[in-house]
Structures are given as structure tokens and as C-alpha cells.
């Protein structure tokens, strides 16, 4: 029967969401994994810094549209990913801190998996254009906030690089393929893909948003 093929097709999807969203967890885990090793953090601050981006970004659009509790509190293999994750790298330090070209890669897959996760979320409760996008933005870029600031730097969003950038223009292509009924695997790899390409081509040709204290110190200089 119809509504039977329906209920299957609605399950299938919510487990392809399940497993890209665990996906993007443990690739953002080890995003801030490395960065504590790189910091200097012992087995425990490595571990809460890959726990906190890896589930950082979906708990704050989790509260934010209300959806609570938070998705990484009540379903245990999110944080269990990310401790893994966070051991595993520390275990292994030694061949991820030359890796600066892997962690770009992972975290530009991230975002573009995150995106995508956090969009279809928005859209799913009827959330408006700006909120999707808003969805989608503080999906892919809460846990990388968080790493930064806990880690004593300025958060990578707030300064040039092409990041937050790439993010609300796959949110917003993600409400447009919503808006038309685009197939559902479609619209989701899309995006997740065209987020990571956006993020790499700016990483590779050095592609930044205009800097504040450019401005000033031409002024300076007249």
C-alpha cells in the first residue's frame, strides 16, 4: 500500500540522517581532538575538546528550536563517538600533528555534513527561510566555537577565513531545494557536498572575507 511504501521511504531516511549525522560527529571530533594535542592537553582536556565539537554545534540547535532533551544526551553513541574518537587521537598524536592538510579536509566534510543536518532539521519544524539557514549555520559551526574559545583563541568565524561564509550559503540552497520538493538524498548531498567544496576552493586559492584592521591601518597610514 501507498502509505506503507511512505513509512519505509520516512524510516530509510531518518536512518541515512542518523548515519551521516554520527558521521559528521566523529569527523568533527577529531577536528578538536587534534587541536588539544596541538595545545598541549592532557587524555582528559583532548577528549572533552573532541566530545565538545563534535556534539557542540547540534545540542545549541537542539535547544534553540526545542528540541529537548538534546539529541546528544538522550542517544549515548554520540558522546560515545566522541570520546573514542578523542582517545584514539591521543593515542595517536604523533601522525595527526603534521596532518594539517587532513584535519582541513575532515573539517570542511564536516561542515558540509553538519549543514546539511542542521538545514533539514530547521525545515522538518517548519522553521522559515532564516531559521533553516540559522539551522544549518549553528550546526556545522556551535562545536568549533566552542573549541576555540576554550582553547584561547579568536573563533575562526569571527575572522576572515571563508567558514560561517560557506555555511549559510548551503543553508539557503538547502531551503530552496526544500521549498520544491527536491528528492530528499538529492537536495542532502548537494548541499553537503557543495559546503565542502565552497570551504576547500577557499582554503586552496587563500579566498577571505574583508578584515577590519585592514581598513583601519589604511586609514592610519593616509
Known amino acids: 500500500?501507498?502509505?506503507?511504501?511512505?513509512?519505509?521511504?520516512?524510516?530509510?531516511e531518518n536512518w541515512i540522517i542518523l548515519v551521516l549525522d554520527l558521521f559528521g560527529t566523529a569527523v568533527f571530533a577529531v577536528t578538536g581532538a587534534v587541536q588539544g594535542v596541538r595545545k598541549h592537553l592532557d587524555i582528559f582536556g583532548v577528549t572533552v575538546l573532541a566530545c565538545c565539537v563534535g556534539v557542540g554545534g547540534g545540542m545549541l540547535r537542539d535547544c534553540i528550536i526545542g528540541?529537548?532533551?538534546v539529541a546528544a544526551l538522550t542517544h549515548q553513541y554520540y558522546l560515545l563517538i566522541c570520546i573514542a574518537v578523542g582517545l584514539l587521537t591521543f593515542a595517536s598524536a604523533r601522525y595527526w600533528?603534521?596532518?594539517?592538510?587532513?584535519i582541513s579536509i575532515c573539517d570542511a566534510v564536516g561542515l558540509g555534513v553538519f549543514t546539511a543536518i542542521g538545514a533539514q532539521k530547521g525545515a522538518e519544524c517548519g522553521?522559515?527561510?532564516t531559521g533553516v539557514v540559522l539551522c544549518g549555520v549553528f550546526t556545522a559551526i556551535g562545536g568549533g566555537m566552542i573549541r576555540d574559545v576554550l582553547t584561547g583563541r579568536i573563533p575562526v568565524v569571527l575572522k576572515s577565513d571563508f567558514y560561517a561564509t560557506a555555511a549559510l550559503i548551503g543553508g539557503a540552497a538547502y531551503d530552496v531545494m526544500f521549498y520544491v520538493k527536491t528528492p530528499f538524498l538529492y537536495r542532502f548531498f548537494s548541499v553537503a557536498i557543495l559546503?565542502?567544496?565552497i570551504r576547500m576552493l577557499a582554503m586552496r586559492y587563500n579566498v577571505q572575507l574583508p578584515v577590519g584592521g585592514r581598513f583601519t591601518a589604511k586609514m592610519r597610514s593616509r
Not at 500500500?1 to 530509510?12: C, G, I, K
Not at 600533528?97 to 587532513?102: E, K
Open 1 to 12: 500500500m501507498p502509505w506503507q511504501t511512505d513509512r519505509e521511504w520516512s524510516e530509510m
Open 67 to 69: 528540541s529537548v532533551p
Open 97 to 102: 600533528i603534521r596532518g594539517r592538510n587532513i
Open 127 to 129: 522553521l522559515g527561510f
Open 195 to 197: 559546503v565542502t567544496s
